[in-house]
Each structure stands twice: as structure tokens, then as C-alpha cells.
């Protein structure tokens, strides 16, 4: 069994930055991937971007080259640079096993002026 949690999440002007992270407990021996999706109100999830254990990292187009992954066993963080409005969204971690997935209870990203 592993458990997810999120940390990080908060209120943040345009153009500022945001570091999120994620950690696995439990069996995560199990883990093959560890990702960050969010959801906007109204909108459907999205991938923000994905690590895979060999350290492969894919990320959504929305956010190549303001969002950075990285991970250390069962931790991922996600710094968040150059933060737009239209980043603002609930986002979660979910965390890939052999035969299923977990995900934590989301953190909120609001970014306003």
C-alpha cells in the first residue's frame, strides 16, 4: 500500500515561483512513475509532467520550459517559474505501481495579482 502526499501549494503573484512536493510512503519499492496533473475549474485534468524511475521526464506543452521535475526515490518536487494566471489549477501527484495508481488529495496553485 502507498500513500501520497502534497505539499507547497499557494498564492502567487504573475511571473513568480512555486516549488510543490510529493512523497510516497509505503510499499514503494512498487513505484514505476511518479507524475503532477492539475485541474482548473471547469477544465479537465491535464499532465503538468511525469518521471519514470530510469529518470525519464515528460512534460505537458503548457509548461515546458517554466516547470521543472525532479525526484529522489519516493520524492518529487516541481518548481514552478514565470507562473501565469492560467496555471492556477489543483494539483496532484500520482504515483504509477505495477498494477495501479494512487494519488494524493491535491494542493492548490492560484496565481493572481
Known amino acids: 500500500q502507498v500513500e501520497v502526499v502534497e505539499t507547497g501549494g499557494g498564492l502567487v503573484q504573475p511571473g513568480g515561483s512555486l516549488r510543490l512536493s510529493c512523497v510516497a510512503s509505503g510499499s514503494t519499492s512498487s513505484i514505476n512513475a511518479m507524475g503532477w496533473y492539475r485541474q482548473a475549474p471547469g477544465k479537465q485534468r491535464e499532465l503538468v509532467g511525469i518521471?519514470?524511475?530510469?529518470?525519464d521526464i515528460t512534460y505537458g506543452d503548457s509548461v515546458k520550459g517554466r516547470f521543472t521535475i525532479s525526484r529522489d526515490n519516493a520524492k518529487m518536487y516541481l518548481q514552478m517559474n514565470n507562473l501565469k494566471a492560467e496555471d492556477t489549477g489543483v494539483y496532484s501527484c500520482?504515483?504509477?505501481?505495477?498494477?495501479?495508481?494512487?494519488w494524493g488529495q491535491g494542493t492548490q496553485v492560484t496565481v493572481s495579482s
Open positions: 500520482g504515483v504509477l505501481l505495477r498494477t495501479t495508481s494512487v
Open positions: 518521471i519514470t524511475n530510469s529518470g
